[in-house]
């Protein structure tokens, strides 16, 4: 880990920015900005990595339900995108904080001189304080919103694992609808415990992966798991926990107990 400044990639999910009408959450979003602000100014370099796109074009577009034809799926993610980058902007400006925007698609993420075009960009963005956010561009991308043919990307929670992975990060968190990783599902069993630490994904661990949420968003627990390894594998620890409390991440990069922590390769050897 860096002994100076702690890298963190953020990835905040569909259910936690929006209404259940696809409107903007605003107040869930000011939350947000306000604690990375302050993690950014506390001297951290916060990466953010955003879902929410097609729900939110969706709604502004005035759609009834979520497209189900890739052009006006990707015609609602230019339309969404727009909308949350404006919102994103004016209220990390409030904080002095600047932001930048980067999309990206699988290609650039799989071809190494444009990987590395890539590093140094975020490389270039933090040492100055910026703080980028990130999305799939799934305007000239389908890998996430249409299924069938080869995927990279393909989810958010990936595209953050890998962001994690490429800038070399020491933490990923992943804000969703749901604490963290259960033993069983919550929903059908309110005994069911939390794993507070996982320091490797066993066949066990792995079988705890259900499917996606809402109608919103496209990730479930089997591509939260699916980033932990990426993560884990990087030598990034990885949580899990709940966006409607995003003052939690202040434990978190302290390494307190918040939400599931997926110890990074080696990690767990030494606990």
């Known amino acids: 880990m860096r002994e100076q400044k702690q890298r963190v ?28 602000a302050d993690l950014s100014g506390a001297g951290r370099e916060v990466i953010l990595v955003t879902s929410g796109a097609i729900a939110v074009g969706t709604a502004r577009m005035g759609l009834d339900e979520r497209p189900r ?30 932001v930048a925007q980067i999309l990206l698609t699988g290609d650039d993420v799989e071809d190494p001189v ?26 000239v991308s389908s890998a996430e919103i249409e299924t069938g ?41 309110p005994h069911a415990r939390l794993l507070r630490r996982v320091a490797a994904l066993t066949p066990e661990i792995l079988e705890m992966a259900g499917g996606a949420g809402t109608w919103r968003g496209t990730g479930g627990m ?32 302290e390494g307190k107990d918040a939400g599931t922590r997926f110890l990074a390769a080696g990690k767990g050897d030494a606990l």
Request: aromatic share 4%; net charge negative; hydrophobic share 45%.
């Open 114 to 139: 444009r990987a590395e075009h890539l590093r140094n960009t975020f490389a270039s963005l933090l040492e100055l304080g910026i703080l980028p956010v990130v999305n799939e561009n799934d305007s």
């Open 9 to 36: 990639v953020v990835k905040v999910g569909t259910s936690t920015l929006t209404h259940s009408s696809g409107s903007v959450n605003l107040r869930s979003m000011e939350r947000l900005v306000r604690v990375l």
């Open 69 to 98: 034809a890739l052009r006006m799926k990707q015609a609602a993610a230019a339309v969404g995108q727009c909308r949350m980058m404006h919102i994103y902007d004016k209220l990390f400006s409030e904080y002095n904080c600047t």
């Open 222 to 253: 089997a591509t939260k798991l699916s980033a932990a390894k990426i993560a884990m594998e990087a030598g990034c620890d990885m949580v899990i926990t709940n966006g409607a409390r995003p003052e939690d991440l202040y434990d978190i990069v």
């Open 149 to 189: 043919h080869h995927k990279v990307l393909g989810d958010n929670d990936t595209l953050s694992a890998i962001v994690a992975a490429l800038c070399r990060a020491d933490l990923l968190v992943l804000l969703s609808d749901i604490d963290g990783l259960y033993e069983a599902d919550p929903k059908r069993d």
